[in-house]
């Protein structure tokens, strides 16, 4: 696919740490306290993936779908990609638990709610 072909964006569903959602516009997610995105995946049995990292600080958004990046991904990113930009922001959980109910939620549900 050339530069100039507009990729398709692929569903997906933000899961942050106040146990809100968001899949609407990537240029309009809520920054930050990011804990894991479910992502369309058609290569997967179950039709979808999970981007989480915790060992990741970004999320960028590019050719249809999110990239988990560490600092220096994300200022390649805001470097190098050219055009509009979406990034969202992950947050240490205090409580290991918290997060993995988040993440164990976004497997369960998927993108089917």
């Not at 530069?3 to 959602?21: A, C, M, N, W």
């Amino acid at each position: 696919m050339t530069k100039e072909q507009i990729e398709p964006i692929l569903r997906f569903r933000i899961y942050y740490g106040d146990g809100s959602t968001y899949s609407g516009d990537p240029y309009y997610a809520p920054p930050t306290n990011v804990q894991c995105i479910v992502m369309e995946d058609p290569k997967t049995a179950r039709g979808y993936r999970l981007v989480t990292e915790r060992t990741r600080d970004a999320y960028y958004f590019r050719e249809g779908r999110w990239w988990a990046c560490d600092e220096m991904g994300f200022y390649d990113y805001m470097y190098e990609h050219i055009g509009p930009k979406a990034v969202v922001f992950g947050r240490t959980m205090t409580r290991s638990e918290d997060y993995w109910a988040i993440v164990n939620r976004a497997k369960d549900e998927g993108l089917d709610v």
